[in-house]
């Protein structure tokens, strides 16, 4: 498997032979030390143990029009007496254009059929392998816990016990792993294709899983973490309570066993030093695109607030309006996807978004799209709301003026006489491939008069 699971690998790839001065070297070191979170071993050293467990075998292999379909079972692991299985559903088209590539998406329950019609348009699409990894994670345990009721279960077992093995993240995590480490074994026996990298994406829970990984393993070129707008947990927290005077009913799981409690705690500490994505930021030099929903009813709208700036570029964000924690079915958020994984896979340079939004006041706020890309519409989103609550609100849009010769657009945006406005733009974009896809901006409230 590779990954950063040796020291000796690691030694190579920080130091290689004949090539740094003692003074490069210390550089070197230091800004390693500098990205590398103080307790992240945990992580680290769960995910990279070797597990004799883990296998996998090729249950159907089938050819069709588009290109070739693959189901195979694997297991990824064996955690606290429990063998982890998944579904992996592998789609390769008929014209590979970038062997060196592949998708991978983190799902939960099912066997990926679901997931197959988008497979294959985003395999096409990119001329490269696509998969989908189910049952991530391995559930119900525990007497029947699923989804985050399990996750907190065992985030408590570790605060608990101390034992470090615990938080369900982590065997999350490898499964992703394990599923990378699946597609290359079978494309290289049964195509003589190697894989040398992977844009990896998940939703929810998956899409936590995403961003970890991400921070672990140096094969990911790409990630897409989906409706998981909670970065920053410590801060998040504090934000929801002051915004909502209370914590989201769809953390229930957590707050009902007191996790979002006794932050400064240095179990607490120690934990969000391994599952907070926050805590890991520094490693994600990779493009990221954030697929979010503008009416998630587990995050406050402008939760990017908290983590966003501190992320490294590249760097794109796409919000579905009107949409909840599923992307209102993710027609348009697939889109986005397929176009990102295409351009990453082409070698093509990523669109770059700046804007200027207005920091809690009235004013002329503004966005502006740079790269070979011209932006073929640019809107302005907007929702109003009696509290700062926007969970419920219908948001509405306007095309703006792009300004000739440029993808660049303003807007006054004014605060209501009554209540809250949120806003954000919108700018719909066109691959060289000819592939329509949406990107936007963070979410902004007039006022911000809460401190």
């Known amino acids: 498997m590779l990954g950063l699971k040796d ?139 699923k989804e985050d009721a399990l996750i907190a279960f065992t985030l408590v077992q570790f605060l608990k016990t101390g034992d470090k093995t615990w938080p369900l993240l982590f ?37 936590w899983t995403t961003w970890l990984t991400g921070a672990l393993d140096p094969r990911i070129k790409g990630m897409a973490p989906m409706v998981i707008d909670m970065l920053n947990m410590e801060q998040q927290l504090r934000w929801s309570a002051k915004v909502y005077g209370r914590q989201s009913e769809e953390i229930s799981d957590y707050t009902e066993l007191n996790l979002h409690q006794n932050q400064d705690d240095p179990a607490m500490v120690k934990l969000r030093s391994w599952i907070d994505p926050y805590e890991y930021r520094l490693r994600y030099t990779m493009p990221k695109l954030l697929l979010l929903g503008t009416n998630d009813p587990y995050w406050v709208v402008d939760s990017l607030r908290h983590y966003w700036n501190e992320l490294p570029a590249p760097k794109l964000v796409f919000q579905t309006p009107n949409a909840g924690h599923h992307l209102g079915g993710g027609e348009e958020a697939m889109q986005t996807l397929a176009a990102f994984f295409q351009m990453i896979a082409d070698g093509e340079e990523l669109p770059k978004m700046e804007w200027k939004l207005q920091p809690g006041a009235a004013g002329e706020a503004s966005v502006k799209v740079s790269g070979d890309q011209t932006a073929r519409a640019i809107r302005l989103w907007t929702a109003t709301s009696a509290d700062r609550d926007f969970r419920d609100e219908r948001w509405s849009s306007r095309n703006l003026k792009i300004l000739p010769g440029s993808s660049y657009a303003a807007a006054q945006v004014d605060i209501p006489k009554q209540g809250y406005r949120a806003y954000l733009f919108e700018v719909e974009m066109t691959t060289s491939a000819g592939h329509r896809y949406k990107l936007s901006t963070e979410a902004r409230v007039l006022p911000d008069d809460i401190k």
Not at 91 to 119: S, T
Not at 124 to 135: C, D, K, L, N, P
């Open 7 to 145: 020291i000796k690998g690691l030694k190579t790839m920080l130091f290689p032979p004949f090539s740094l001065p003692s003074k490069a070297i210390f550089l070197a070191m230091s800004l390693f030390l500098a990205i590398k979170p103080a307790f992240a071993g945990a992580l680290e050293d769960y995910v990279n143990q070797p597990d004799p467990h883990y296998n996998w075998k090729l249950t159907e292999k089938k050819q069709d029009s588009w290109g070739t379909l693959a189901h195979l079972e694997l297991v990824s692991q064996h955690w606290r007496n429990q063998f982890w299985s998944h579904h992996l559903m592998v789609a390769r088209p008929n014209e590979v254009r970038n062997p060196e590539i592949g998708l991978l998406l983190i799902a939960g329950e099912g066997d990926g059929e679901r997931y197959l019609e988008r497979l294959k348009m985003m395999a096409q699409q990119a001329g490269a392998v696509a998969a989908v990894i189910t049952q991530v994670p391995n559930q119900p345990l525990y007497n029947g816990l």
């Open 171 to 207: 065997p999350m995590v490898k499964s992703a792993v394990r599923g990378m480490d699946t597609v290359q074994s079978f494309v290289q026996q049964a195509f003589q294709q190697q894989i040398e990298g992977f844009v990896v994406a998940g939703a929810s829970k998956r899409g």
